[in-house]
């Protein structure tokens, strides 16, 4: 069994900062690509950040130059630190990681409960 957890959401005014926190747990033997998603309701999911085991970070335009897209392999954790929140950053926040349980096995994704964020004054 593998899961992800995350943690670090809550309420903040706008203009504030939060970081958001995902570990993945269980029978892991590699992972690919850990990022972050977020929606709102009505919406699709979206891209907010993803960073694959390369180093090659991507992000959505809206959040460049605020949010920053971290990973800790040795504990198979992804972080969000999210600066100069806005209204419209408001959503629930998820964690995604792709990754295998075996040296031969297939890739799966794997997605946590998701956190809520949200961004009033």
């Known amino acids: 069994q593998v899961q992800l957890v995350e943690s670090g959401g809550g309420l903040v005014q706008p203009g504030g900062s939060l970081r958001l926190s995902c570990a993945a747990s269980?029978?892991?033997?590699?992972?690919?690509?850990m990022g972050w998603y977020r929606q709102v309701p009505g919406k699709t999911r979206e891209l907010v950040a993803v960073l694959p085991s390369d180093s090659s970070t991507n992000y959505a335009d809206s959040v460049k130059g605020r949010f920053t897209i971290s990973r800790d392999n040795a504990k198979n954790t992804v972080y969000l630190q999210m600066n100069s929140l806005r209204p419209e950053d408001t959503a629930v926040y998820y964690c995604h990681a792709n990754l295998r349980t075996s040296a031969w096995g297939p890739w799966y994704n794997f997605w946590g409960q998701g956190t809520q964020v949200t961004v009033a004054s």
């Open positions: 269980g029978s892991i033997f590699s992972i690919s690509v």
